[in-house]
C-alpha cells in the first residue's frame, strides 16, 4: 500500500499562486493513477484534477485552465500548481492514489486563499 504526504499549502492572496506536492512511498508509484482532490469548509470532498499512470489528464470545470497537475515518477511526487486562485479555491487538498480497487489518501494540506 502507498503512503502519500502532501506538502505546499498556506495562505495566499488572491490572484496568487501555489504549488502542492504530494510525495508517495512504499509501492511502484509510476503504477498509480493519482488525484487531487478539495474539501472546502462546510462542504464535500471533489475532484480537482486526475493523472493517469500514462499521463493523462482531466479536470474539473471549475478549475480548468486555471490548475495543472502533473507527475514526476522519478521522484514519486504528483504536483498541482494552482493560479489565479479565489477565495472560493481555499479548502483542505488531498492526493489520493489509485491502482485497482485499492486506494490510498493522504492526510491534506490547507489552502487558504483570502486578503
Known amino acids: 500500500q502507498v503512503q502519500l504526504v502532501e506538502s505546499g499549502g498556506g495562505l495566499v492572496q488572491p490572484g496568487g499562486s501555489l504549488r502542492l506536492s504530494c510525495v508517495a512511498s512504499?509501492?511502484?508509484?509510476?503504477?498509480?493513477?493519482m488525484g487531487w482532490y478539495r474539501q472546502p469548509p462546510g462542504k464535500q470532498r471533489e475532484l480537482v484534477a486526475l493523472?493517469?499512470?500514462?499521463?493523462?489528464?482531466m479536470y474539473a470545470d471549475s478549475v480548468k485552465g486555471q490548475f495543472t497537475i502533473s507527475r514526476d515518477n522519478a521522484k514519486n511526487t504528483v504536483y498541482l500548481q494552482m493560479n489565479s486562485l479565489k477565495p472560493e479555491d481555499t479548502a483542505v487538498y488531498y492526493c489520493k492514489a489509485q491502482l485497482g480497487g485499492a486506494a490510498s489518501w493522504g492526510q491534506g494540506t490547507q489552502v487558504t486563499v483570502s486578503s
Open positions: 493523472i493517469s499512470s500514462a499521463g493523462s489528464t
Open positions: 512504499g509501492s511502484i508509484f509510476s503504477l498509480y493513477n
